[in-house]
């Protein structure tokens, strides 16, 4: 009866022992299970995997390898209610994991110091072996993997060891349910991440990525301006559409573009000349019509010159508005007006401003012994350079005066004001062929000419318009026809408010032909 008794203490004692060894072994039973503890193979087939290795069904230590028996897993394997600590997603570095993978000298007495009666009976079971020396205390790959990044099939240096380096590029390689794309993703220290941290961390460790390469970003002034969105384009000012706010017409947002046009910001003050030997041609009118639509498109800046020999017709179709001061006058100021000290005010006092069309006016001398020289026009032509941006010369009727020739070889832009009349479009042709044989600069400003046709009433001969119309438009740059206005043929002062919208607008369409060749110009080299 005793003897009985003390064998079943001692089959209870080797039991506990095997437990012990089971537990504390290098390779946990749940990833190296027995191959001489097989199950049938009904319940491998009903065996469901449990919570845990559903979320992450890649993980070496939820799914065993194919063709192996499943053993059962220990106890602290199971799911748990509270999700994983942080401490195993993070990655550790070497040393930190170094302290609790490596066994302590103490760890391995007692599976050496066990008594002969514990260790007899680990012979019956052929599948329990004692851990050894150098192992780690807990063997798995789910602390390895987490932690230093060394599975089971790895050594202290991360190489793996021998048998087992297939499985550990099968892992590294992805699983088709593993988080991430292109490769596992990299913690501390450049080591895999485990697959639990790489489902809360997809795009690796914030604040631990390897640095990125700068991008070639352009800071220059030019580059960000046209980066820039465009602005919206405003709704319709007139008719219906400015009622319903829509967007402009046709018409209205070709005005808007001849607006900008003439807006143009020059580098530097030009320099426009109105001729025509013919006189009744239309140079006074278009003159003042070009003024005034380049006054409004840019806000002043603007001056118009009557440069007539003698006696010229601005100062009748204009308003006196401030002096009766003339070219003369100016002159006579000459001294006081050019020193540095000189201001806008003291030469506005010798011109006449226009209000409606937001540009002044220089009127010619009306005596005969105040004829304009050459070095006068120099004169004039450096001191309204000084203070305006736009000078628009109006022209006499003597192609060989010193003034006229001076005005010419000023003009940045030249503007011929015709009629679909034989004399005025003959005059018109003669200066044209006489200034072809003035030189490159000259033929360069014939093909730099817009032509402005002005017609009053009963001023249209359509043969001669059938017949010159194609030799103008070969020979300049454009041609821009005026509709006729009673008010400019009623021949007097001349207001830019007073006049018809189709006049208004043809005026526009002529300071932009003009600003288009003055760009080409400014552009051109010389």
């Not at 808007?256 to 320099?271: G, Q, S, W």
């Not at 002005?454 to 041609?479: H, I, M, T």
């Amino acid at each position: 009866m005793t003897d009985s008794h003390n064998s079943g203490q001692h089959k209870d004692r080797e039991a506990a022992a095997a437990e012990v060894r089971r537990m504390w072994q290098p390779t946990p039973s749940w990833t190296q299970p027995d191959p001489n503890d097989a199950e049938p193979a009904e319940e491998k087939d009903e065996q469901q995997p449990d919570a845990l290795s559903q979320e992450f069904p890649a993980d070496s230590w939820s799914t065993p390898a194919a063709g192996q028996p499943v053993d059962q897993p220990a106890p602290w394997t199971q799911p748990q209610a509270t999700p994983p600590a942080p401490s195993w997603t993070q990655p550790v570095a070497e040393s930190a994991a170094a302290s609790w993978t490596q066994p302590e000298e103490f760890d391995e007495e007692p599976v050496e110091s066990q008594s002969t009666d514990t260790a007899e009976p680990a012979a019956e079971h052929p599948d329990q072996t004692p851990a050894a020396p150098n192992s780690p205390v807990f063997g798995g790959s789910s602390f390895h993997g987490s932690g230093s990044g060394l599975g089971p099939e790895q050594g202290p240096a991360g190489q793996p060891q021998p048998g087992q380096a297939g499985q550990a590029g099968q892992r590294q390689a992805g699983q088709p349910g593993q988080p991430g794309q292109g490769g596992p993703q990299r913690g501390q220290g450049g080591q895999p991440l485990s697959p639990a941290a790489q489902h809360f961390f997809p795009q690796g460790i914030p604040g631990q990525q390897p640095p990125q390469p700068p991008q070639n970003l352009s800071f220059r002034t030019d580059d960000l301006i046209q980066a820039l969105p465009l602005p919206r384009e405003a709704p319709a000012e007139r008719g219906v559409r400015s009622m319903l706010k829509l967007r402009p017409g046709s018409a209205e947002r070709s005005e808007r573009i001849a607006r900008a046009t003439a807006a143009t910001a020059f580098r530097r003050p030009v320099t426009i000349v109105v001729a025509n030997p013919k006189g009744g041609s239309g140079k006074t009118p278009t003159t003042l019509l070009l003024s005034g639509a380049l006054g409004q498109a840019r806000g002043g800046g603007v001056v118009a010159w009557d440069n007539n020999e003698l006696r010229g017709n601005m100062h009748l179709r204009t308003h006196d508005t401030n002096s009766r001061s003339t070219v003369t006058d100016m002159l006579q100021a000459m001294p006081m007006l050019t020193q540095p000290d000189a201001r806008l005010g003291d030469v506005a006092a010798y011109l006449r401003h226009q209000v409606s069309g937001q540009y002044d006016v220089l009127t010619s001398a009306t005596t005969t012994y105040a004829q304009i020289e050459a070095n006068d026009f120099d004169l004039i032509h450096r001191l309204l350079s000084r203070f305006y941006k736009v000078l628009v010369i109006d022209t006499g009727n003597n192609e060989g005066s010193s003034n006229w020739r001076e005005a010419m070889k000023a003009a940045d832009a030249l503007v011929i004001p015709i009629k679909w009349k034989s004399l005025s479009c003959a005059a018109a042709v003669q200066m044209l062929e006489e200034l072809d044989n003035q030189g490159p600069e000259a033929q360069r400003l014939i093909r730099r000419a817009v032509i402005a046709v002005s017609n009053g009433p009963g001023d249209v001969n359509k043969e001669v318009e059938k017949q010159l119309r194609p030799y103008f438009e070969s020979r300049a740059a454009a041609v821009v026809d005026i509709p006729m206005d009673m008010h400019i043929a009623a021949e007097g002062p001349l207001d830019h408010s007073a006049l018809q919208p189709a006049t208004r607008r043809a005026a526009l369409e002529l300071a932009a032909r003009v600003s288009e060749q003055v760009t080409i110009a400014l552009n051109a080299p010389r």
